[in-house]
């Protein structure tokens, strides 16, 4: 036998644990896929502006040019006076139209909600007017598009020609109106509620062994 002591030998070292990262971009096991409704909600913008310009249109079809080489023209004050008018409603239709949509809570309650929404269509439906005659006055943008029918009488042309100051008297009217909106909105909308009765209890009275509340001691000279 050997006199000589072997070494123990070193035992290796345990490999290190595999750990399983989540890659990006990659679906988490498990969790549902959300449905992408970009290209919907794309897809219906256009038939959207579509329908919501038609009525404008066939207002302008039908109805513009009578609308400003007669009613106008015979509006107590003149066709300037009935600028006025006009610009006048246009912020007073769009809060009919918005301030009951404003009170909608889906939450808290469908049904109300929904008479709300319904409350807001005459808005709308005075909005589209009100629109409507404002377009009417609208000329062609390029100069070569001014034809025989927008030189007609009651034409968007023809309106310019006669009134060429219409669009400047119903931006005064729109403006002064929304000041005065803003100015009743400050004045009464902005009150602070009445102030709450205070809650402290009040002072104690003097007690009969000491009439003046000094408890018998003699007061300050």
């Known amino acids: 036998m050997s006199g000589g002591s072997a070494k123990p030998k070193r035992r290796k070292a345990a490999g290190a644990a595999l750990r399983y990262e989540h890659r990006r971009g990659r679906p988490a096991v498990g969790r549902p896929k959300r449905p992408d409704w ?10 959207g502006v579509f329908v919501l310009l038609t009525p404008l249109y066939f207002f302008d079809m039908y109805w513009g040019h009578d609308l400003w080489s007669d009613l106008a023209p015979t509006w107590p004050g003149g066709a300037y006076a009935f600028a006025a008018t006009v610009g006048a409603l246009v912020p007073l239709v769009f809060l009919l139209w918005v301030w ?14 929904l008479g709300w929404a319904a409350a807001s269509l005459p ?21 070569r598009d001014w034809d025989s029918g927008c030189y007609s009488e009651g034409g968007s042309c023809w309106v310019h020609v006669h009134y060429p100051w219409l669009w400047a008297v119903g931006l005064v009217a729109t403006l002064t109106v929304i000041v005065l909106l803003i100015t009743l909105f400050v004045k009464y909308g902005g009150r602070s509620s009445p102030t709450a009765p205070s809650t402290s209890e009040p002072e104690a009275g003097p007690t009969p062994r000491s009439p003046s509340g000094t408890g018998g001691r003699r007061p300050p000279a």
């Not at 009951?100 to 909600?113: A, H, Q, Y």
């Open 38 to 47: 970009g290209c919907a909600v794309g897809c219906a913008v256009i038939p």
């Open 123 to 143: 808005g709308l439906a005075a909005g589209y007017v009100v629109a409507g005659v404002i377009m009417a006055t609208t000329r062609p943008k390029r100069r």
């Open 100 to 113: 009951p949509l404003t009170r909608m809570n889906w939450k808290k309650s469908k049904p109300r909600s």
